[in-house]
């Protein structure tokens, strides 16, 4: 699979190749400005850096390169004196550069480029990513990135969660997830404490009641202090999972897995149980949501969880939802609309 991935990397146009470079430091980092990539297009504009990332007050660089092998190495070195050289911002602040390019680099190529960046700045890190190595790394940690390829590597049921919030929102009768999120601060306190101890942490809720919200607000808020844990999302689509799950779930990786509906998932939550067995206790935690009335289906499944259960908002959770800019609804329909859903935010 891998041989395949870098065979269909080397099928990319430059334009491709630089928008899978810009998704995969997507999945790396929480903020990308792709600068080297026209707003709205898949296709690439003059400029340096072709993206970068804010690190506090500093930045990491990133140009993507797409050329002939033989002039790979004065165009990578190009690439560095082009980092160094912009105007915009001094060199000091530039802590890490990322080449990454559509050819293999060897030994003699990372050493000729490091004696070079050395030259210009020793302080700056230089992290360079050949075609061979981002195809492991397509392969080992973003699986979902073959599929902007053309590649089908499992049965799309573990997703990135940009990912599952994209399928997520397809469906006509489901509400927004990427709106803010309001209340609910003492359970998702409660939430973070229950991962730091326990391996499962069961969801549940009459439907509407925001599971699906609050499982990502918790996950972000449980990766801002446990940031070596890898998030992926599951969602059933009737397939056996067993294989995706040998593909995506690496054994020295930590991973924080949420399973949306996870009553929908009957078989594939005994394996998925299963799988989490051969890892090291704590290396793998999973969130589960589940309605109320179907919370003993999954419960029978589990053996030590953690449980919170999530009610309606009261009126004054629920005003404040409703009178936000995004909605900006007036306390008379406010009163209206808590009438009739019972401060269930799905139906309000």
């Not at 929480?30 to 026209?38: E, F, K, M, R, Y």
């Not at 940031?227 to 294989?243: A, G, H, T």
Request: hydrophobic share 35%; charged share 30%; net charge neutral.
């Amino acid at each position: 699979m891998i041989t395949a991935i870098e065979q269909a990397l080397q099928r990319c146009n430059p334009d491709k190749f630089a928008n899978l470079c810009r998704l995969y430091l997507a999945y790396r980092f929480p903020i990308i400005n792709a600068t080297g990539l026209v707003i709205g297009k898949e296709k690439s504009k003059k400029g340096t850096p072709d993206n970068f990332i804010s690190d506090g007050d500093n930045y990491i660089f990133n140009e993507v390169t797409t050329i002939e092998k033989k002039q790979l190495i004065e165009k990578l070195k190009g690439d560095i004196r082009h980092c160094f050289n912009q105007k915009d911002i001094s060199q000091e602040k530039i802590v890490r550069i990322i080449l990454i390019c559509n050819q293999e680099i060897t030994t003699k190529i990372q050493e000729e480029l490091n004696l070079y960046k050395n030259e210009i700045n020793r302080f700056t890190k230089l992290e360079v990513i050949g075609l061979d190595a981002l195809a492991t790394i397509i392969f080992r940690d973003f699986p979902s990135l073959a599929k902007e390829i053309g590649l089908t590597i499992d049965t799309g049921q573990i997703l990135e969660m940009s990912e599952f919030i994209t399928q997520y929102e397809k469906s006509k009768f489901a509400t927004p997830l990427s709106n803010t999120f309001y209340n609910r601060t003492d359970e998702l306190t409660k939430g973070e404490q229950f991962l730091n101890k326990s391996d499962f942490l069961l969801i549940t809720g009459q439907a509407g009641v925001g599971k699906t919200k609050f499982s990502l607000e918790l996950v972000e808020k449980f990766i801002q202090s446990n940031s070596d844990f890898i998030v992926k999302y599951i969602r059933n689509n009737n397939q056996l999972i067993w294989e995706d799950l040998k593909v995506q779930l690496i054994k020295n990786k930590k991973y924080l897995i949420v399973v949306d509906d996870a009553n929908k998932l009957k078989s594939n939550l005994s394996s998925i149980i299963t799988f989490k067995n051969e890892f090291k206790e704590g290396n793998i935690k999973i969130v589960l949501t589940v309605r109320n009335y179907l919370k003993n289906e999954v419960e029978k499944e589990l053996k030590e969880y953690e449980l919170i259960e999530l009610a309606n908002f009261d009126k004054t959770e629920l005003s404040k939802i409703l009178s936000s800019p995004e909605y900006n609804i007036n306390s008379y329909y406010i009163d209206r609309i808590y009438s009739i859903s019972k401060g269930n935010p799905r139906i309000a």
